[in-house]
């Protein structure tokens, strides 16, 4: 992977806007500069594509949609960036924060009437650090399913997307302008495309060890729970370039991914008053202070698992979701009536784990305080029949990447622009701060969508006759 320097360079196949990556970022990219009138091509390395966005979740945060107003949910953009802001402690670039937050609406908006997106407000359960209902999401609340939509909005379009088009190498003259690529097709054949402008939305590094164990040692050995082509291709273009990057060591991470099927568990079993023991039976964090934290949390203890425990309510949330009925299926997730029976599961004490139970109903009475600090009072005690996942912690992808301006656009270390290089998604610097705990539920598929759209509209704007 490198950058080739030259002079003049003619191409047999060219473009106008050329976006790295068949993601969320580089649909939403893709659609936005057709709409603006302009020429576009995808290139996606996979013979599916089936990145990041396939893995996800599949939920956007937005602050203030027609879909929120019809459901009667208030919020606005100005909410959703103070709970950026605030969940990243103040360590993000705000100005990022608040124009992402701002614009936020629009994009799901966008997707929705403007494509054909199925999406909806979501309003079962409340993330970790959102003070309103900011979710959106399509019917399978899926990662994939919102992938399938956003191709079919690409293919609607004629929006040409190039199948298993490995990008190797950037051309580039001395100023650093891009002109091209070259591309390695599964058969080993190289093609050379050229561009006016080009949007990097390939991810970030999350696949690549030596670089995880150079900017985040702390969660280079853990479960990676991303797409393996996340090798940070995007970040090391651009520093060859001269490109500035920021919190390279910041990550989201997950405490609940089920093991060893690797499935991941839904949030609502935590949010909704479930717990999670370690090996001894015993609570060994604030659970719900946010998932990504959580990860390190879980990988800490012995064995670097834990069992989470919920109950009825957590339950009927999270089959809602496809991949918690996949988990429920695969036997992942066992239903049962005792606090006996999750000992004889966890392999522990059963009198420690119901010392441990007993603290927990007694906290949400209000006659303990959380050595942790969670308050227990906002939801009913668990009651049986309970439901145990043995799980441990995961990285699912990075947050540090290139420094972009509000349009996507990538910089220098001098602040100043490259002439025609734009990134988004995991490409890009998130919203997340310096490390796991500053990420907000979400934020990266809005950063993926949002920055996505704004960085395709600028690059058509740049490449306009």
């Given amino acids: 992977m490198s950058i080739i320097t030259v002079s003049d360079k003619a191409f047999e196949m060219a473009t106008t806007v050329l976006v790295i990556g068949g993601g969320a970022c580089g649909c939403c990219a893709a659609l936005a500069v057709r709409e603006a009138g302009g020429e576009v091509m995808v290139l996606e390395r996979d013979d599916l594509p089936r990145g990041s966005t396939s893995l996800s979740g599949g939920q956007i945060p937005a602050g203030g949609t027609a879909l929120q107003r019809a459901a009667g949910v208030e919020d606005s953009g100005d909410l959703l960036a103070h709970d950026l802001i605030v969940k990243a402690k103040h360590q993000n670039d705000e100005a990022m924060a608040r124009h992402i937050a701002a614009q936020s609406a629009r994009t799901v908006d966008w997707l929705v009437e403007s494509h054909g997106v199925p999406l909806s407000s979501q309003q079962a359960f409340r993330y970790p650090g959102h003070s309103a209902q900011h979710m959106h999401a399509t019917p399978q609340k899926s990662g994939a399913e919102l992938l399938v939509c956003l191709h079919n909005a690409v293919a609607a379009a004629a929006i040409d997307v190039v199948l298993s088009a490995h990008v190797t190498d950037l051309f580039a003259r001395d100023d650093g302008r891009v002109v091209g690529v070259r591309v390695c097709r599964p058969d080993g054949s190289v093609e050379e495309i050229g561009c006016e402008a080009l949007i990097l939305a390939c991810n970030g590094y999350g696949g690549n060890p030596k670089m995880l164990q150079r900017y985040i040692p702390e969660i280079a050995q853990a479960h990676y729970h991303g797409h393996v082509g996340n090798q940070g291709d995007a970040v090391n273009w651009g ?62 203890q012995p064995d670097g698992v834990a069992w989470t425990i919920f109950d009825q309510r957590g339950q009927d949330i999270a089959m809602e979701l496809v991949y918690h009925r996949e988990a429920l299926e695969m036997g992942a997730i066992r239903q049962v009536d005792t606090i006996a029976q999750i000992a004889d599961i966890v392999g522990c004490d059963t ?24 308050d227990f009072t906002t939801k009913p005690t668990l009651v049986a029949p309970y439901y145990v996942a043995k799980v441990t912690g995961a990285l699912f992808h990075t947050q540090g990447g290139l420094d972009v301006d509000l349009e996507g656009r990538v910089l220098r270390e001098d602040g100043t622009a490259l002439a025609n290089l734009f990134a988004g998604g995991g490409a890009a610097r998130g919203l997340s701060g310096p490390s796991d705990w500053g990420y907000l539920s979400g934020s990266g598929l809005m950063m993926a969508t949002t920055l996505g759209r704004l960085a395709g509209t600028a690059a058509a704007a740049m490449t306009a006759d």
């Fill in 239 to 300: 520093l060859e370039l001269g490109a500035s990057v920021s919190d390279m060591g910041s990550f989201q991470g997950y405490g609940a991914v089920i093991t060893p099927v690797m499935i991941h568990l839904a949030w609502a079993c935590i949010t909704e008053g479930g717990i999670q023991v370690n090996t001894s039976g015993q609570r060994f964090s604030h659970e719900n202070t946010g998932y990504s934290e959580q990860a390190l949390n879980v990988i800490g």
């Fill in 351 to 374: 009198a420690t784990l119901a010392a441990t139970m007993a603290d927990v109903a007694a906290m949400g009475r209000g006659e303990k305080d959380d050595p942790f600090g969670r």
